[in-house]
């Protein structure tokens, strides 16, 4: 079976007060010729359709038509919630959509449904797990133990989307497909992601055992985890600059055979060519508005400036938007900028807890590093907002 996964399409997304809509539309269909070129029997979109719980009116109107026209094609299409999306409205029509092969899990309520596909070699069943909170499956667990017995114990992520898995029941002699958007521990996380300080949304790749495949969302990057057959698709445009060195694609995967409980799943990416590409540029403004250096450079990219002049220079700005149009930041490197202290990057961030964080920032701006007492009082209330591992 030819399965196409993807993710974190965030239609409607606007990148410093761009919009998107328009790439968005571009690269949908150059994966929608992709579809077809690769005779796909099943596309999966791992959560994150849309850039907001509530999208404006183009991007649902773009995602209508690219659905529609997945499901002209005949194939079948697994989509689940992200964590920017509402899974309510994203799930709205899921029954009747579910009968032409469009299949919809909004939030999760304890169950998991299983959807099988047929091929040569048998039946593939797929799980679809929409974005998950250790609040999520506490208050299911709350409803069904409301006769007083007590539930398991959830106090982190890996809790969480270990108890749902262990509740599909999954028959390991058959292919089994997972669809999942969660960060998965020791992932490679870009700027335009949503982080949880401290990294309390890790979840720890053991629990995705058992499955043949598990296509996530979540990371923007396109990756494998530190599990076989465990893999992020990544997004298929460019939402950041930390992005702007990564090749965007889409995954194709193809399942073979289960022998001896063990499925040949041939694994392979397709890049995806934007219809504008995102850069960055550096030097003093003379440099930069020379004609004999603009010349060599796609200048229709998306563009991030980084002038390197002591002193600002007055109408910047417009005077480089006339040669490079779609200016997204423009920012100065030099020795003023430099001598301001910066809180450490996103990458850093995410390794440490969130005490640690707040240690830091309070040394920062205080010139001293918090007393015995303060450390305890702010212990207890990260502990009381952020609760255990949510």
């Not at 499901?71 to 799930?91: K, P, Q, Y």
Request: with cysteine.
């Amino acid at each position: 079976m030819r399965i196409m996964h993807l993710s974190d399409l965030h239609l409607g997304k606007r990148v410093n007060e761009f919009s998107m809509i328009e790439d968005q539309r571009y690269i949908l269909d150059r994966i929608t010729e992709m579809i077809k070129a690769e005779k796909i029997q099943a596309v999966i979109i791992a959560g994150d359709v849309y850039d907001k719980p509530l999208p404006p009116a183009e991007a649902v109107r773009l995602f209508d038509s690219f659905i529609t026209g997945l499901e002209e094609t005949g194939l079948d299409v697994f989509i689940i919630s992200g964590n920017h999306d509402s899974a309510e409205r994203l799930s709205f029509g899921a029954g009747i959509m579910d009968k032409r092969g469009i299949h919809f899990a909004g939030g999760y309520d304890g169950s998991i449904r299983r959807t099988s596909l047929q091929d040569e070699y048998g039946e593939v069943d797929f799980y679809m797990l929409p974005f998950l909170k250790p609040t999520h499956v506490r208050a299911f667990i709350e409803r069904e133990c409301e006769d007083g017995s007590a539930g398991p114990e959830i106090g982190s992520y890996t809790d969480a989307v270990r108890f749902a898995v262990e509740r599909m029941g999954i028959d390991r002699s058959r292919r089994n497909v997972l669809i999942a958007h969660q960060f998965v521990t020791g992932s490679e996380r870009t700027e335009s992601e949503e982080i949880t300080v401290g990294g309390l949304d890790n979840v720890d790749a053991d629990v995705f055992e058992g499955f043949d495949y598990t296509a996530l969302g979540h990371l923007h990057g396109p990756q494998d985890t530190s599990a076989p057959g465990v893999r992020y698709c990544g997004s298929p445009l460019k939402y950041s600059f930390s992005e702007a060195d990564q090749k965007k694609s889409v995954t194709i995967v193809d399942l073979g055979e289960k022998k001896n409980g063990v499925c040949v799943a041939d694994v392979r990416t397709r890049e995806l060519v934007p219809l504008r590409d995102m850069m960055a540029i550096r030097g003093p403004f003379h440099l930069l508005t020379d004609k004999q250096y603009y010349e060599k450079i796609d200048r229709d990219c998306y563009m991030r400036v980084i002038l390197t002049d002591e002193e600002d220079i007055i109408g910047a700005l417009s005077d480089l938007r006339a040669v490079y149009p779609n200016i997204m930041r423009l920012e100065y490197d030099n020795s003023r900028t430099r001598a301001f202290p910066t809180v450490s990057d996103a990458a850093e961030t995410d390794s440490r807890t969130p005490l640690e964080i707040f240690a830091e920032l309070y040394e920062k701006q205080n010139g001293k590093p918090m007393s015995d007492e303060q450390t305890v009082l702010i212990s207890g209330l990260i502990d009381k907002v952020w609760g255990a591992g949510e």
